[in-house]
């Protein structure tokens, strides 16, 4: 198992940016990919991002691409989200995974992620 700690949430206004952090301890970071997940009230968890263990390859869902970027640094056992043009729907709290299992593809669905965070509240005025 691995453990994670998220951070860097906060209130935010529409168009503004954040940065989250999610660090990890016990296992060997680079041995997992990471994701971020966000739910937001009322709402079913949903995969915001994803990237490999080496970082070559991210994913994310559409509703983000071009405002979000996801990155990691193995050295610091940390992975991050950069969010630009923050929305109001994009209020929810952000989850980091972790996916030990190696696949040919990054997941996108939650329950392929078995280490998670606490999450951390993003919240977007208008």
């Known amino acids: 198992q691995v453990q994670l700690v998220e951070s860097g949430g906060g209130l935010v206004q529409a168009g503004g940016s954040l940065r989250l952090s999610c660090t990890a301890s016990?296992?060997?970071?680079?041995?997992?990919?990471m994701a971020w997940f966000r739910q937001a009230p009322g709402k079913e968890r949903e995969f915001v991002a994803a990237?490999?263990?080496?970082?070559?390859?991210?994913f994310y869902k559409d509703s983000v691409k071009g405002r979000f970027s996801i990155s990691r640094d193995n050295a610091k056992n940390t992975v991050y989200l950069e969010m630009n043009s923050l929305k109001p729907e994009d209020t929810a709290v952000y989850y980091c995974?972790?996916?030990?299992?190696?696949?040919?593809?990054?997941?996108?669905?939650?329950?392929?992620?078995?280490?998670w965070g606490q999450g951390t509240q993003v919240t977007v005025s208008l």
């Open positions: 990237i490999s263990r080496n970082a070559l390859t991210t």
């Open positions: 995974a972790a996916d030990g299992t190696p696949r040919p593809r990054l997941g996108i669905v939650s329950v392929l992620y078995d280490n």
């Open positions: 016990g296992r060997t970071f680079s041995n997992y990919a």
